[in-house]
């Protein structure tokens, strides 16, 4: 054993021993494309904390602040090492660790890498982590296998302090680092377009279709499109919109723009 050998973490990770017994193949395959999935969205979260982390390390910060945003990322790079191994398990090809879709996100054109690192800070970060928690808890909510179930729990855990710890640094942000509310606005406008029509629309053209997803599947961590949509929208108007306002942003307006072109 290396040291390199560790860097996942895996080895503190217990993942209770899995039943899949009773599942039909189809269903467990469905599984797999889920954990596949997982780990490559998981593989770009740790790439995004890695930037934020870099911007945010050029600014006059607390220690802590700086610890909170490696310890993510760590967390990040666990959670897609469990997100493979289940998808492994289940028969999954290896995931793609193509990150060239993230590309833009990361390194944006014409903007400094602070700039950059507090705008993915707010939408990637606070946004991002505060949908993805919501979708985690739901998903576990009607997990039932064992190990799916462990899995779960692992990475939710997480993504509750990562979505807290993300509305944190942005209210003790130095006011130099600060960006101005309106660019923030159109940021956040456009991500939640993105995270509509990427996530939330398929669901509910699944549900238009007559496809509410099985009991089965729920049991093995897929979230029912219905249930996909529901959540979004909740959190939007119960957290997202309440944790913008003090940092000068029009939740609703931003929300109402997100299909306007930006100027
Ligand atoms: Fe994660
Ligand atoms: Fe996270």
Redesign the pocket.
């Known amino acids: 054993m290396t040291y390199l050998d560790q860097t996942a973490g895996l080895d503190e990770v217990r993942l209770a021993p899995a039943n899949w017994t009773g599942f039909a193949r189809s269903d467990l395959q469905a599984a797999a494309g889920a954990w596949r999935a997982r780990a490559t969205q998981?593989r770009r979260?740790a790439a995004v904390?890695a930037t934020i982390c870099s911007g945010l390390a050029a600014l006059e910060l607390p220690l802590s602040v700086l610890a909170a945003v490696a310890r993510?990322v760590a967390?990040?790079v666990r959670?897609t090492a469990i997100c493979r191994r289940l998808a492994a398990e289940l028969g999954a090809d290896a995931p793609d660790d193509d990150l060239s879709a993230a590309e833009r996100r990361l390194r944006p054109p014409k903007t400094g890498v602070q700039e950059a690192a507090v705008s993915l800070l707010l939408v990637e970060g606070a946004l991002?982590?505060t949908i993805?928690?919501a979708m985690f808890a739901a998903t576990r909510a009607g997990a039932r296998e064992p190990r799916t179930r462990s899995a779960l729990s692992i990475i939710l855990r997480?993504?509750v302090r990562?979505?807290r710890t993300c509305w944190e640094i942005l209210a003790v942000l130095p006011a130099a680092a600060r960006l101005d509310p309106e660019r923030l606005a159109r940021d956040v406008s456009h991500e939640l377009g993105v995270v509509e029509m990427t996530s939330v629309l398929p669901a509910l053209k699944r549900v238009e279709a007559g496809d509410l997803g099985t009991p089965e599947d729920a049991e093995l961590g897929l979230l029912p499109p219905l249930k996909r949509a529901e959540v979004f929208y909740a959190i939007l108007e119960r957290t997202i919109f309440r944790r913008l306002r003090p940092l000068g942003i029009n939740g609703p307006s931003a929300w109402a723009a997100r299909y306007r072109p930006s100027a």
């Open positions: 998981e979260s904390f993510i967390d990040e959670h991002g982590e993805s928690a997480d993504e990562h979505a």
